[in-house]
């Protein structure tokens, strides 16, 4: 498929006038539109709204590339402008973008349009193909432009390559693996080129690896460059000089790369995971622990999420008044529910652990993090190594998955001297056997001193009440609103999910009211209150309806982004405001997930579901008084 297939003359708009990142996007969804393959304009933008918070899609050069893939797009489809005086698109290099093409791409098994996709971002890459496009006069210099550099490009690619032997090699790799992939990949080819260096580039794009690294390559090769953003497979490069960077890089500093691998200044990589592996722009120890903990969570929820509902599930089918002290299990489905629903919600502490120990110290983590996560589990003691007598929960999960990634660390680096003929026996015999033993030691050791303050914070939860329980409502609550998926957000829903081992039902439930609120608030102020938003914010409002109901927050980060200092305030008044009132109305939810999905399994529902309406319309006063009417002009 060829790039002048996928853009149309109605899809180029040459010298436009935008003023903000935020006016060019909303130009370029309306322009793409226009095409007939997105049939959801709004979903397609929060699509391109997510990829820019992953990072700008300014590559720099004057150049930006937004772009989504989604499930709902009919066929792929690229639309362009040129902007007349540039404009600010938060471009790594500083400068204003004056080229931009928005990518449209379905989700699709043939993937044949990503091919000339990557052609597009390959071709981007020639300093006069881009001047050739912003000098253009007409949209038809502009697709002939097009058609004659892809054209020599295609003649380039069909000539055979022949026997190479490259001194340097390449992985790119970024989130959506649309454009930046075959950018970084292009950069780094040309540089080496202009270098004298001859260098191949291992693309690991959207519709699978292409380009794909050889074993005999890699033997040969002086180094590695791994300029991604997500992870590559990285066992084949064991023993080898390893570069690890970001996509971004790839794209803006391909030579001062290149020169450190040849210059010998690449640590070696080792592929157990000792930490040799040379990253631009490190991170910081709390960055790490932060990553690690978020990999935990990710792996876990799925457990407590099916287990949770499982086991509301069997509370609701169950007949109470057969055997109230076996509620749950009196009849035989609900026995069978909330048996597998035990099982699976059981296996949350062992693997939280486990991904957090592996996300430290690689595969060799997972078993040994996952032992130290069933030992806490377990509550074992010295004094009682069955255990029982002790409950250090969720904080002895977590502190065992730290813990277990470190032993294992410090294992690699006792063993990095042992002889060659002995590596065999390190991830098989050594690190599993020594490891596990370690983590258990340890963890049995620290479970009495985590089980008193475990116990101590859940009985100070649980004999609450009054103002101290509709407190503690507010601020979990308003924890969901203040970043809306970021850190303090987490972190509220973390330490929810943690009260739902330990029995404590009623946190969840307000934290789940409270990321229910910035959605629906921004939804009825655009209902109820119109002349403050232009029928484009009306529009969305609607959607956020549904992503409210669906306990999606980000439905309220395009709001948010435009007029943080009203939005934010508002949905986080608004969302303290459903938690204590679930709180003072005593709801429950045994499931770690939100919206009208789980209402049934809500303990008060009737109540819950006031308590999230009141919320949602708090939040809608609140920001309608903030915000002012817009001129008529404006508004409409």
Same mark, same amino acid.
């Given at each position: ?11 180029? =708009? ?45 590559? $720099?050069?004057? #150049? ?10 009919? =066929? ?72 004659? =550099? ?13 026997? &190479? ?16 992939? +075959? *950018? ?10 202009? *270098?004298?260096?001859?260098? &191949? ?93 978020? /990999? ?11 287990? $949770? ?17 076996? +509620? ?6 609900? =026995? ?41 589990? *377990? ?11 002790? /409950? ?8 065992? $998955? +730290? ?60 004999? *609450? ?65 119109? /002349?403050?938003?232009? &029928? ?7 959607? /956020?309806? #549904? ?31 459903? $938690? ?57």
């Amino acid at each position: 498929m060829r790039i002048t297939e996928l853009l149309r003359k109605s899809s180029i =708009a040459l010298q436009v006038n935008v003023q903000s990142k935020e006016e060019t996007i909303d130009y370029l969804v309306d322009l793409i539109s226009q095409s007939g393959i997105i049939p959801d304009k709004e979903e397609y933008k929060q699509g391109i709204l997510l990829r820019e918070s992953l990072g700008t899609t300014a590559i $720099g050069d004057e #150049i930006a590339i937004p772009h989504a893939q989604l499930d709902s797009i009919k =066929a792929p489809g690229i639309a362009a402008i040129t902007v007349k005086n540039g404009v600010d698109y938060d471009a790594p290099d500083g400068q204003n973008v004056k080229l931009c093409f928005i990518i449209a791409a379905p989700k699709t098994g043939d993937n044949l349009h990503l091919q000339a996709l990557a052609k597009l971002s390959t071709l981007l890459m020639n300093p006069s193909f881009k001047e050739s496009l912003l000098r253009a006069k007409t949209t038809e210099e502009f697709l002939q432009i097009i058609n004659e =550099a892809e054209s020599q490009r295609d003649m380039l690619d069909m000539q055979p390559e022949g026997k &190479k032997s490259y001194r340097v090699l390449a992985v790119t790799a970024c989130p959506t693996g649309i454009a930046h992939t +075959f *950018m970084a990949a292009e950069s780094l080819t040309q540089a080496g080129e202009e *270098m004298g260096y001859l260098l &191949k580039a291992e693309t690991n794009g959207a519709d699978g690896a292409k380009n794909v690294l050889t074993a005999e390559e890699i033997e040969k090769a002086d180094g590695i460059i791994i300029a991604a953003d997500k992870n590559v497979e990285m066992a084949r490069f064991d023993g080898k000089p390893v570069l690890v960077t970001s996509v971004t890089q790839g794209i803006q500093k391909p030579k001062e790369l290149i020169q450190k691998v040849i210059d010998k200044k690449v640590p070696v990589y080792h592929h157990e995971g000792e930490k040799t592996v040379e990253t631009e722009g490190g991170e910081s120890i709390g960055r790490q622990m932060y990553k690690a903990l978020m /990999n935990g969570v990710s792996h876990m929820l799925p457990f407590v999420i099916g287990g $949770g509902i499982l086991i509301a599930l069997a509370f609701l089918l169950d007949d109470y008044s057969i055997d109230p002290s076996n +509620f749950g299990k009196n009849t035989p489905i609900a =026995a069978y529910l909330k048996t597998i629903g035990e099982q699976a919600f059981g296996m949350m502490l062992p693997v939280l652990a486990g991904y957090i120990a592996m996300s430290i110290a690689d595969r060799p983590g997972l078993a040994v993090g996952f032992i130290g996560g069933i030992v806490a589990k *377990m509550g074992c003691t010295f004094a009682n190594p069955a255990g029982g007598d002790v /409950n250090s929960g969720f904080l002895g999960a977590l502190l065992a $998955g +730290f813990i277990g990634g470190c032993i294992v660390l410090i294992l690699k680096k006792l063993c990095s001297r042992l002889p060659k003929a002995l590596e065999g026996i390190k991830p098989m015999l050594i690190y599993p056997v020594a490891g596990i033993f370690l983590v258990a030691v340890v963890t049995t050791l620290i479970n009495p001193f985590v089980g008193a303050i475990n116990t101590g914070l859940s009985n100070v939860l649980s004999s *609450m009440g009054g103002t101290s329980k509709i407190l503690l409502g507010i601020v979990v609550a308003g924890m969901q609103s203040t970043d809306m998926g970021g850190p303090i957000n987490k972190a509220s829903y973390v330490f929810a999910t943690s009260q739902l081992a330990e029995g404590n039902f009623y946190i969840m439930a307000a934290v789940m009211a409270g990321g229910m609120i910035p959605p629906l608030a921004i939804a009825l102020s655009t209902t109820l209150f119109k /002349n403050r938003w232009t &029928k484009e914010e009306r529009e969305s409002g609607l959607v /956020n309806y #549904i992503m409210g109901l669906s306990f999606i927050s980000e439905g309220a980060i395009p709001f948010a982004a435009k007029d943080p200092l009203r939005v934010i305030p508002s949905c986080i008044i608004g969302s303290a405001t459903a $938690g204590g009132l679930s709180m003072a109305f005593n709801c429950t939810l045994r499931a770690p997930h939100g919206g009208i999905f789980v209402l049934p399994t809500i303990g008060n529902p009737l109540m819950y579901a006031l308590a999230i309406f009141i919320g949602a319309l708090v939040g809608c006063l609140v920001l309608s008084f903030l915000k002012k009417p817009l001129p008529e002009n404006v508004e409409k």
